[in-house]
């Protein structure tokens, strides 16, 4: 059966507000930096997930943001999970001082892929880092190791070059 999810990054100040994952038990980010976000909830929109997400998981309120792009994640054997990304310029709200999932860290946008973060999600990182519009990424994973990756319909290469 296949996932809905939303994942979102929050920009200020130069930094993406970063959510350390290491609460949750069985938890296949674990260990890993992400952005915000979670499961769509039956009769949610894409927008309405990530607005929610965001709330529960830092007391933020999302004022101003845009989807980014659709990534479908692929495991070898498995089913797929369908991405709704996302990235947001105003928040309104305390940042909570705790979150039930892991640790809110600000970090400077440019260091977050070189945290612990998924093979793939250096893909996009870099892509909205770029300032690409709209994108369309399939992230194929064999365990924990990506296999293959496909931007807006042509393979790319799995982890970009630091001066591409």
């Known amino acids: ?3 809905i999810t939303t994942l ?3 920009e200020q100040d130069g ?3 970063m959510l350390h994952r290491t609460k949750k038990k069985a938890d ?6 992400i952005g915000l976000g979670g499961h769509m909830e039956e009769g949610e929109s ?4 990530v607005v929610r997400e965001v709330f529960e998981e830092s007391g933020l309120q999302l004022i101003s943001y845009k989807i980014r792009g659709i990534v479908t994640f692929c495991q070898t054997g498995g089913s797929a999970e369908y991405m709704f990304l996302y990235t947001a310029d105003g928040i309104s709200g305390e940042l909570a001082d705790t979150c039930v999932e892991g640790e809110l860290a600000w970090v400077e946008k440019e260091r977050v892929p070189m945290l612990p973060v998924w093979e793939g999600d250096r893909i996009f990182l870099k892509l909205l ?3 690409e519009d709209f994108f369309s990424l399939k992230l194929c994973y064999r365990g924990d190791a ?3 990756a496909i931007l807006n319909g ?3 290469a799995l982890v970009p070059s630091s001066d591409a």
């Open 1 to 3: 059966m296949s996932e």
């Open 8 to 10: 979102c990054y929050i």
């Open 15 to 17: 930094k993406y507000l």
């Open 28 to 33: 296949i980010n674990a260990g890993k930096w």
């Open 46 to 49: 894409p927008d309405d997930c």
């Open 129 to 131: 880092l770029d300032g």
């Open 146 to 148: 990506l296999v293959q």
């Open 154 to 156: 042509k393979e790319t």
